[in-house]
């Protein structure tokens, strides 16, 4: 069972930046892909981001050209660099891993949250 543990979170004003940290412990196997998902409240869990194992690194629209996703090469570790955020950004932040697709994430954090501000 792959764990996931996120840091990083925390409270930063509108047009500030974060940096949150996922670290992944006690793999089965090769993880093919990791990825950044978010939730905010009363809302549907929204995407954020995606890497796969052969480097390839996809980006929600809400995030493109403020967000930058960077893992290791072990896929042990990966982070999301937020920047310009948005009172929009505000959501729990969750890191996932997939086994086999980026379709479906089998392993999942615990969840960090991001509050922006006015």
């Known amino acids: 069972q792959v764990q996931l543990v996120e840091s990083g979170g925390g409270s930063v004003q509108a047009g500030g930046s974060l940096r949150l940290s996922c670290a992944a412990s006690?793999?089965?196997?090769?993880?093919?892909?990791m990825s950044w998902f978010r939730q905010a409240p009363g809302k549907e869990r929204e995407w954020v981001a995606s890497?796969?194992?052969?480097?390839?690194?996809d980006y929600a629209d809400s995030g493109k050209g403020r967000f930058a996703s960077s893992r290791d090469r072990a896929m042990n570790t990966l982070s999301l660099q937020m920047n310009s955020l948005k009172l929009e950004d505000t959501a729990m932040y969750y890191c996932?891993?997939?086994?086999?697709?980026?379709?479906?994430?089998?392993?999942w954090g615990q969840g960090i949250q991001v509050t922006v501000s006015s």
């Open positions: 996932a891993a997939a086994m086999r697709t980026c379709a479906t994430h089998d392993y």
């Open positions: 890497h796969k194992i052969h480097g390839k690194t």
């Open positions: 006690r793999s089965p196997g090769r993880i093919y892909c």
